[in-house]
């Protein structure tokens, strides 16, 4: 590192505070946040006090801190998903590089805004897909790349939502209506398209996509249920009790966080709940009171619970790709079949099986160094962009900045549109130089 890079940062929820943000506090000689805007006073006030950023640098808004001069090299964009395009032009700008957590946006239109806006103005914009910079799937990348496997032909990958992860960010959640943040492609899987674009490193020609809403609507809820879930006659037989959730259950809820001490950005989800108070009856007021106590069959959620995604990429190779919310358990799962072998992974156990035909199995633990977030590619994402920054070596050493990003957001849209017009076949340029896009 050459000099510290300073830092403003546009939302202050668990990817503004609890990643970027952070990193101050992991690497303080790399980078130190100057300013910070967000609407909730108490996350204002922490940033003060976990940050040293001066009160008359902590705004209520993003626009309020975009219309200051310059106050910093970098602008961190984690605000909401269908913010993220006008806050990142008007930070560039004023002169800021970027880091725009993912999605850029749900809208084709905007991301190319976003990207053509960088290069008028030669500003480094790096975007949040991290899942390249774990261990795993750099391992994956590195055997493809050692030609260990031969030549890739086919990919079959799946996202392992989990019933209470889908019942807590895209039923009761922010990310519950597409036409509010994105359609569940961009907002949980656009990290999955971009590895398939990045482990194969070709271009994706065509797709077609199925999927719908099956589970979490009035229909389907229990006979008896009510709409919230504390006064529910049901809830002793119901997965997607918010009381099970976010109180009890020994994997999410508040009674382990408190008996394990747990800091703010270590108590995610219940977090999200109460920011700044994490204790048992601030939980049992939100439940009582908040979106996330409420029944999940009686929200005003529209997103997909299920979709399938296939793919022909350049040169034959084609891509199965699944994401479920009914799932016990969390992670992404990934099967790449080349000509010479194949290579078998799982993100939750950082393991990587590789296989050469006819011979046996290498077993390789990958689980080395930081792992912390999202398997250990949050914290080297921002190593690797601060590097670029204060070394001069340029976005060109990125591996996620905003052009290599624009192909997945495409893979998105086009899979969407597919989806929304009864699995047709997409042809990705045709889409793009028709501007299909507009009529999302």
């Known amino acids: 590192m050459k000099r510290k890079i300073t830092v403003a940062v546009a939302g202050l929820g668990n990817r503004g505070n609890d990643i970027y943000a952070h990193y101050q506090l992991v690497a303080p000689d790399e980078m130190q946040v100057v300013a910070v805007a967000d609407p909730i006073k108490g996350k204002r006030e922490a940033a003060q006090r ?56 749900p809208s084709i239109e905007e991301c190319l805004r976003l990207q053509n806006t960088a290069h008028e103005h030669h500003r480094v914009v790096a975007v949040g897909h991290v899942l390249r910079y774990t261990p795993f799937y750099s391992k994956i990348k590195e055997v493809i790349e050692a030609g260990v496997i031969g030549n890739v032909v086919t990919v079959q990958a799946m996202e392992h939502v989990t019933y209470w992860h889908q019942a807590h960010s895209y039923v009761r959640g922010n990310w519950r209506r597409s036409e509010e943040t994105s359609p569940m492609l961009f907002a949980k899987c656009c990290h999955d398209l971009d590895i398939f674009v990045w482990l194969i490193g070709k271009k994706c020609k065509r797709v077609s996509s199925y999927g719908d809403l099956y589970l979490f609507k009035p229909e389907m809820a229990p006979e008896g249920a009510s709409v919230r879930c504390l006064d529910c006659p049901v809830k ?48 049992y007021r939100e439940l009582r009171e908040g979106p996330y106590g409420r029944c999940v069959y009686h929200c005003d959620n529209n997103v997909v619970d299920h979709q399938v995604v296939n793919m022909e990429f350049e040169d034959h190779v084609t891509v199965n790709f699944m994401m ?69 070596e340029g976005e060109e050493n990125l591996k996620t900045n905003i052009d290599v990003s624009v192909q997945s957001h495409l893979i998105a849209a086009a899979a969407e549109y597919s989806r929304i017009h009864q699995g047709a076949s997409v042809d990705i340029q045709n889409y793009l130089d028709e501007e299909k896009y507009k009529d999302m």
């Not at 902590?58 to 395009?85: G, N, R, S």
């Not at 994997?251 to 204790?279: F, H, M, Y």
């Open 324 to 392: 479920t919310a009914f799932t016990s358990k969390g992670g992404r799962t990934i099967h790449v079949c080349g000509t010479k072998g194949d290579i078998v992974g799982n993100l939750s156990d950082n393991k990587v099986t590789v296989t050469r035909h006819g011979e046996a199995s290498e077993v390789i633990d990958v689980a080395h160094g930081d792992m912390s977030g999202h398997a250990g590619g949050d914290n080297r994402l921002i190593h690797d962009f601060l590097s670029a920054l204060s070394e001069e």
């Open 50 to 105: 976990l940050y040293g950023v001066s009160s008359e640098n902590c705004f209520e808004t993003a626009e309020e801190m975009l219309e200051q001069p310059q106050l910093a090299d970098v602008c961190v964009i984690a605000t909401q998903d269908k913010q993220h395009v006008e806050h990142g032009v008007k930070a560039i700008q004023k002169g800021y590089h970027l880091i725009c957590e993912k999605p850029i946006s």
């Open 236 to 283: 002793d037989t119901c997965p997607y009790d918010a009381e099970k959730i976010y109180v009890t259950s020994e994997l999410t809820g508040i009674r382990k966080v408190i008996r394990e001490n747990r800091t703010q950005n270590a108590a995610w989800p219940v977090c999200i709940l109460s920011p700044n108070d994490l204790s048992e009856e601030a939980i």
